[in-house]
């Protein structure tokens, strides 16, 4: 281990002790103290962020990467409204999740704790510097910070603002490390230190997760891609079929909750496609059909095998005509990513096959993908969708930063 | 992927999703009649064990070794009972963990499903077999099993005979898989395939829990080891310290949760230390200890640094005098396994923040560490003791071998 490595995961494993000592009033006022921060220094943040954007445009880079990298009055006060929502969600730390008494008169509880230390990887985009701060804080969580290595600068400065704010707070010790080394070797040795990291979360494209998959020792929560479906079953009402699908893939097509496949059962389909396709059309979506869908709309293109396993995140949608309610649940279990997948439907019996049968973290009926999120959960905020199974499965909130430990009191017991 | 490994997991990805329709009924039928069909082969099963043995006398193994290898009547009807006892245990498959009505009417639950398919990695007992087929089955869960390469006889044995049982009670695909290609390569193979297989859940020595954790890319919940501690604080009842100790370390010195390290407060070392030798001799337990512990009873061995961190599994124990309770934390945080640790102390709010600064799975106050144990806690049935953080920490009993997913219905909703 590099002195670098070996300095940064000692301290943050100091701290992750210190933490447990905080109370939630210390963490709310800190979390406010920070949230007032970033709008009182945000003349220094923008400076900083301008280097950034400098370099990413000498790069060359897209504008869609400037975008995402470019820092704003706007994109500040939201980073900062985030901060203050932390503060006033329910603090999960300490709170008791089953409690017994068993016969030999011990008092067992099980009560949720910090995971430890947090090791954050994602991409040149500053907002998620302050959004993961102040979720792991809120959580008693130590965080590990390594965004993209264009967007230092604006990284460096907006930790230098929260670290003054937690101090004025009154917060004695670091509650995070940015990791200023931004060579992919420092990465990789972070992602073999299982004895000091506790949990990692990569936030990024599909290339960046499985690079962190490959190489880590320590438990990963991660999201591949939201390659999500609607199946318009033979019972579905044509209406709503068409207002959810229109809103699945319009209202935002860049993000993982939107829809990528439409699944059509054949019952409905003669009905619902040249409806379908005349409401895509005056939108701009272009759609890709399997042969029997091209038999029913003309003039889209044909879809091949690569499309159904696709996340266009764009006005690009695949259209499939499927013989069976089975049939669409094996399509999805077999080409989806797991992430949220909508039947559409009358028939109580088919939502409920549906709902049982098919293999994602969000099985919806008669609603849009895209109420796939945290926020619409009510958890308040959101760390990401997991389309993992263990430990947090769909959109992660402030409770699936935690785990628990066992407490156990007596009197003195001991086993016979 | 070799065509063996490749043939097995689309098997066992196609059992995963047929078993979403199996009911509690049918599954507690089956595991009835496996309990039984253990007892009526029992012959064919102890000639196929002898074969075994017979190859592990030519190897001259340990007999330790042989121990764990051998079947017996009495054995066979302890793994019997184990699949009544899950047959009566309550399914959790389908259960309901939250619910809530969002304000713009869409109905949200969380709720308990199977993990899917998931890889146990064990060592040559026969036994640990059948133990995780009722538990992997009662969840619905699909069972990949490795066991160690000399029970091979047995565990086919083993499996033919509860195959042949979930057949006759109307199971009607393979609802677990034997790897019996016990190469490594093919064990590596299938660690690498985490789009099949869900958990890997090694069980065996730290050597065989690394090894699992160096290769895998799927997630691993795993036990390295039990460095159990208990503190005898300054405020303790000495008669009550005593008999903890004694029982921690003496009453099965073998298992993980006895204690290896006993930690005592310097305000009361000179009262207790004596006292705890003498009993210790009377057990023939070998005592190691600090320095001060050696100016207090004399005639012990010196622990070096290296005793911190060692499970002895044997009648040894390490004895550290420590000047404060924050001592014993930081000493228990820093050489111990995050398995169980236990203080004895009359101080309320000693015990409070004791076991809110250790960082083990069971944090215990004034009970034998030997209590943190999957049917102790009530739990009914228990596949390991997770010293992970994430997704199950501690004595994991069958909800640990669930996942959850969100099932919303609605009406029609769209997002604006």
């Known amino acids: 281990m590099s002195m670098y490595v070996n300095n940064l995961l000692r301290q943050a494993k100091e701290s992750s002790f210190l933490m447990t000592g905080l109370t939630t009033k210390q963490k709310n006022k800190a979390l406010k103290y920070m949230a007032e921060a970033l709008i009182k220094k945000r003349g220094f943040i923008l400076k900083e962020n301008k280097k950034d954007i400098a370099a990413a445009k000498k790069l060359k880079l897209k504008q869609s990467f400037i975008d995402r990298l470019e ?13 203050k929502e932390v503060a006033c969600l329910p603090d999960p730390i300490g709170s008791r999740i089953t409690a017994s008494k068993r016969p030999n008169g011990i008092k067992l509880e099980k009560v949720r704790v910090p995971i430890g230390v947090v090791f954050i990887v994602y991409e040149a985009r500053p907002n998620v510097t302050s959004d993961c701060v102040g979720l792991l804080f809120k959580t008693s969580n130590v965080g590990i910070l390594r965004g993209g290595t264009i967007a230092i600068n604006s990284n460096k400065a907006i930790s230098r603002v929260l670290r003054q704010a937690l101090k004025k707070s009154g917060i004695k010790f670091p509650v995070f490390f940015m990791v200023e080394k931004t060579n992919r070797k420092t990465v990789d040795e972070l992602l073999r230190e299982d004895s000091y990291i506790d949990l990692v979360i990569p936030r990024g494209g599909e290339s960046l997760i499985r690079k962190v998959v490959e190489t880590s020792r320590i438990p990963v929560i991660k999201h591949y891609k939201g390659v999500c479906h609607i199946f318009v079953d033979k019972a579905a009402d044509i209406t709503k079929a068409l207002n959810i699908c229109i809103n699945a893939k319009v209202q935002r097509p860049s993000v ?21 396709k005349r409401k895509f059309d005056s939108f701009g979506v272009r759609m890709r059909g399997c042969l029997q869908t091209r038999k029913i709309i003309s003039g889209i293109e044909k879809a091949s095998k690569i499309d159904w396993g696709t996340e266009y995140l764009d006005l690009i949608v695949s259209l499939k005509v499927v013989s069976t309610l089975e049939d669409a649940i094996k399509h999805i279990n077999l080409y989806g990513s797991r992430h949220t997948d909508s039947i559409v439907t009358n028939s109580i019996p088919n939502a409920d096959r549906f709902v049982k049968g098919v293999d994602s973290a969000c099985c919806f009926v008669n609603i849009s993908t895209r109420f796939s999120d945290g926020y619409q959960f009510g958890l308040g905020a959101e760390i990401g969708i997991s389309t993992d199974k263990l430990h947090a499965r769909g959109p992660m909130g402030l409770e699936e930063l935690t785990t628990y430990k066992w407490i156990a009191r007596g009197s003195g017991q001991i086993r016979t």
């Open 256 to 276: 993982c909750n939107s829809v990528e496949t439409i699944l059509v059962h054949k019952g409905v389909a003669g009905k619902f496609l040249p409806q379908l």
């Open 71 to 83: 820092l704003s009055d706007k994109r500040l006060k939201e980073m900062s409204i985030s901060l």
